[in-house]
């Protein structure tokens, strides 16, 4: 079945931004790939919601709207995930009122607090929730590793090395928390930012559809098509990023996405 088929039968659209929708030049300005505004205007014409989830956590979605739109990528405020987003859902179903210690930005923390999480710092934090970060002192690992040891789950934006920047790979600082505390604990993170269940049912309920009438496209094979595979959705892999030269023939049939296009434009076509 051709591109174009399957995506007839889609109603809801998910893309990952950085390497996928827009490059981003040396001051971290982002520059539309070719074709990226007209395929979202195209999708938005049929009558079909889109969001972008990206796993960057240091700007609340609408900041990061902003930041697109004035960089020639059409999205609406609304149209923005990420896993802050999944994360106070997450929280909200299954650790609701506990004390949670934020590795992260003042606007994640802020956002958080506003959302109804209590927040500390200290030992006696019952859930300890990793983000981008730009500085991180031993101390303050130290306080999150003995409250994990006693208990307190480790959820983390991302678990991934990094993502696609103007220079090739930015890796992600979030993770290299995230995984000093598995170090220093033996404990597993529990990812809310993609790939993970949190972030496949945060899409579903913005795009108001299941995940198996989703297409995912993304440039990373285990963030994005990793996502789509979880929710059992149509995937694309866009070979403008992160996995643009991995060997699909060397990949396991399981985590190959369902089609491949050299650039995001290329999917304007089966619209």
């Given at each position: 079945m051709s591109g174009a088929k399957k995506l007839e039968r889609i109603r809801g659209f998910v893309f990952d931004v950085d390497g996928s929708l827009v490059h981003r030049d040396a001051g971290f300005h982002p520059r539309p790939l070719p074709g990226a505004p007209e395929v979202l205007e195209k999708i938005r014409t049929s009558g079909r919601p889109l969001v972008l989830f990206t796993n960057g956590t240091h700007l609340r979605p609408e900041e990061f709207a902003r930041g697109l739109r004035e960089g020639g990528l059409p999205v609406r405020d609304d149209e923005v995930l990420t896993p802050v987003c999944s994360a106070l859902g997450?929280?909200?179903?299954?650790?609701?009122?506990?004390?949670?210690?934020?590795?992260?930005?003042?606007?994640?923390?802020?956002?958080?607090?506003?959302?109804?999480?209590?927040?500390t710092d200290g030992e006696d934090a019952e859930v300890v929730f990793v983000t981008h970060v730009n500085e991180v002192d031993f101390d303050s690992l130290e306080r999150a590793a003995r409250a994990i040891t006693r208990g307190a789950p480790l959820l983390t934006a991302s678990y991934g090395p990094g993502y696609w920047g103007a220079n090739g790979m930015i890796f992600s600082r979030g993770a290299m928390v995230t995984a000093a505390l598995v170090k220093a604990t033996g404990k597993r993170p529990i990812v809310v930012g993609k790939p993970s269940r949190m972030a496949v049912r945060a899409a579903c309920e913005r795009l108001g559809v299941e995940s198996r009438e989703m297409a995912?496209?993304?440039?990373?094979?285990?963030?994005?098509?990793?996502?789509?595979?979880?929710?059992?959705?149509?995937?694309?892999?866009?070979?403008?990023?992160?996995?643009?030269?991995?060997?699909?023939?060397?990949?396991?049939?399981?985590?190959?996405?369902?089609?491949?296009?050299?650039?995001?434009?290329?999917?304007?076509?089966?619209?």
């Open positions: 997450y929280l909200a179903r299954r650790h609701g009122g506990r004390r949670t210690m934020v590795f992260g930005s003042e606007t994640t923390r802020e956002r958080m607090a506003e959302a109804g999480v209590p927040l995912v496209i993304g440039d990373d094979l285990d963030m994005d098509i990793g996502l789509g595979r979880l929710g059992g959705s149509f995937t694309i892999l866009v070979r403008s990023g992160t996995s643009g030269s991995v060997d699909l023939q060397r990949v396991p049939e399981r985590r190959r996405p369902d089609a491949v296009v050299e650039g995001v434009g290329e999917i304007l076509k089966w619209l």
